[in-house]
């Protein structure tokens, strides 16, 4: 892993699980590593350990529902004003509902953190991350996206609701979104890969009351710790050997074949321009 040093790394989702060990890992690396989550209580737990175990003191935390676009956008606005470069982006942030529930803006829940979340946010810095390149943005997708598929006639799945189904359509979102991004920066100095971190121990799933903590429980033998699943996020985000390589999915620290459809160059476009369309936010940022 590359030496970290007067580099600065933004973490969502990094007051639990594969997020904070993410954040852990950087903080070692010696970056200055900003957290993002949505709990006041286990962020300051997570800066507290982050800052102990890294001996980092370039830790600091920052507050944000990113089920909210208004919220989306005050992060962003106290992240320009306080990070005058942005050398890494890791949008890890995610939730998962057995049952459809909308955001305060209206939209399905797990679409809307999963994957409007991290493209919101991502084009919101963008213009700073560009600044500071070479720099790297990493999407945290997932496997589960063999699950899904993308109808744009219903990215809000008001159509019928199936838990794995609606998990699975966000994490395609999340590796479309990556090619997408990735092609709009080429020959920026700025790279977008996004990865499977495995079947991790985490809170996902747990805000679905008892049968979600039941079935996480029966599932622990079988999953990897958080700190084996950042394994991977954090060779996207440091190794030197994906200096310049961009568009990969990436699992087990190598580079792995998603379906073949989350590599459609026109479906990408088509989920860029409807996720600017929502959102309102993107529409302008790089290519047609």
């Avoid at 890791?90 to 529930?101: D, E, K, S």
């Avoid at 429980?217 to 996020?233: D, E, H, K, Q």
């Avoid at 999915?249 to 073949?260: D, G, K, M, V």
């Amino acid at each position: 892993m590359a030496d970290l040093a007067g580099r600065t790394a933004i973490v969502t989702g990094a007051t639990s699980g594969i997020g904070e060990e993410t954040a852990l890992g950087l903080a070692k690396l010696g970056a200055r590593v900003v957290i993002v989550g949505r709990n006041p209580e286990r962020g300051a737990r997570a800066l507290a350990r982050v800052r102990d175990e890294s001996q980092n003191r370039e830790v600091e935390l920052r507050l944000a529902d990113l089920a909210s676009l208004a919220e989306i956008r005050r992060l962003a606005a106290e992240l320009l004003e306080a990070c005058p470069r942005i050398h890494l982006l890791v949008n890890n942030a995610g939730v998962v509902n057995l049952q459809r529930t909308t955001t305060v803006d209206g939209f399905e829940a797990t679409f809307a953190v999963n994957h409007l979340a991290y493209f919101a946010l991502t084009n919101l810095l963008l213009e700073r991350i560009l600044a500071s390149a070479p720099a790297r943005i990493v999407n945290v997708a997932s496997d589960a996206h063999r699950f899904g598929e993308i109808d744009l006639d219903d990215l809000q799945s008001e159509r019928g609701y199936r838990a794995l189904r609606v998990y699975g359509r966000s994490k395609f979102a999340n590796i479309l979104f990556t090619c997408e991004l990735a092609r709009r920066l080429e020959g920026s100095g700025v790279t977008a890969n996004c990865v499977h971190p495995g079947a991790v121990a985490t809170r996902l799933g747990k805000n679905n009351g008892g049968l979600g903590r039941a079935v996480t429980a029966l599932l622990a033998p079988f999953i990897l710790s958080p700190a084996r699943g950042a394994a991977t996020t954090l060779y996207a985000a440091s190794s030197p050997a994906l200096e310049g390589v961009s568009g990969r999915y990436l699992a087990r620290q190598r580079e792995a074949r998603p379906r073949p459809a989350t590599q459609d160059p026109e479906l990408a476009g088509r989920l860029w321009r409807a996720s600017a369309a929502l959102t309102g936010i993107g529409a302008g940022a790089g290519g047609p």
